[in-house]
Nanobody
Framework: QVQLVESGGGLVQAGGSLRLSCAAS????????MGWFRQAPGKEREFVAT????????YYADSVKGRFTISRDNAKNTQSLQMRSLKSEDTAVYYC?????????????????WGQGTQVTVSS
């Protein structure tokens, strides 16, 4: 089982930026797609962004498209989520996840490994 550790969360004012990182253990990082999900208080976990195993293909939730950028570095076993123009509605715990597949997908059931999450709070 791969271990995923997120970092980079924190408190930021609306309109600001944050960069989340996720470090993965193991030797097969480059074989699987990765994703970011988030869960706000009282709400279900929702898809944010996903990136294919090679990094060539990315997809975003409509709510973050144009503001967030997902990327990965297979040589370093890391993925990142650059968040810009943050809004109060972006406040949530953000989770890094590894897919069962090499291709991108938005369904959380397609992911078999999850990090502990990192809190992002956007103040208005």
């Amino acid at each position: 089982q791969v271990q995923l550790v997120e970092s980079g969360g924190g408190l930021v004012q609306a309109g600001g930026s944050l960069r989340l990182s996720c470090a993965a253990s193991g030797r097969t990082f480059g074989s699987y797609a990765m994703g970011w999900f988030r869960q706000a208080p009282g709400k279900e976990r929702e898809f944010v962004a996903t990136i294919s195993s090679s990094g060539a293909i990315t997809y975003y939730a409509d709510s973050v498209k144009g503001r967030f950028t997902i990327s990965r570095d297979n040589a370093k076993n890391t993925q990142s989520l650059q968040m810009r123009s943050l809004k109060s509605e972006d406040t949530a715990v953000y989770y890094c996840a590894r897919s069962r597949f090499s291709w991108t997908n938005r369904d959380s059931n397609s992911y078999d490994s999850w990090g502990q999450g990192t809190q992002v709070t956007v103040s208005s």
